[in-house]
Nanobody, 124 residues
Framework: QVQLVESGGGVVQAGGSLRLSCAAS????????MGWYRQAPGKQRELVAR???????NYADSVKGRFTISRDNAKNTVYLQMNSLKPEDTAVYYC??????????????????WGQGTQVTVSS
């Protein structure tokens, strides 16, 4: 079984910064892309940023120039550095790994995993 555990959420004033972390653990053989989604009250979950195993990134237009996604493949960890935070960034942030291969060399499974979510609140 694979788990994604997020940390780093909290309350910050507008203009401030937070850094989210998401560590994947378990019998992991390979993780392709990893990403961050967010869901604000009454809104659909949306992609914030995504990074491939090779380091290619893409961002939602609303966070470009303010957020930076990175990963440490050796630690199976993805980070989201959030700067110049705005009240509209307030949401629950979820870590996502859409294709995780896990198991052993004799029996493998490939599936998607989500973290439990971490609250980010930006006050004006």
């Amino acid at each position: 079984q694979v788990q994604l555990v997020e940390s780093g959420g909290g309350v910050v004033q507008a203009g401030g910064s937070l850094r989210l972390s998401c560590a994947a653990s378990g019998s992991i053989l390979f993780i392709d892309a990893m990403g961050w989604y967010r869901q604000a009250p009454g809104k659909q979950r949306e992609l914030v940023a995504r990074i491939t195993s090779g380091g290619t990134t893409n961002y939602a237009d609303s966070v470009k120039g303010r957020f930076t996604i990175s990963r440490d493949n050796a630690k199976n960890t993805v980070y989201l550095q959030m700067n110049s935070l705005k009240p509209e960034d307030t949401a629950v942030y979820y870590c996502n790994a859409p294709s995780v291969r896990s198991g052993s060399t004799f029996s493998t499974t490939t599936r998607q995993y989500w973290g439990q979510g971490t609250q980010v609140t930006v006050s004006s």
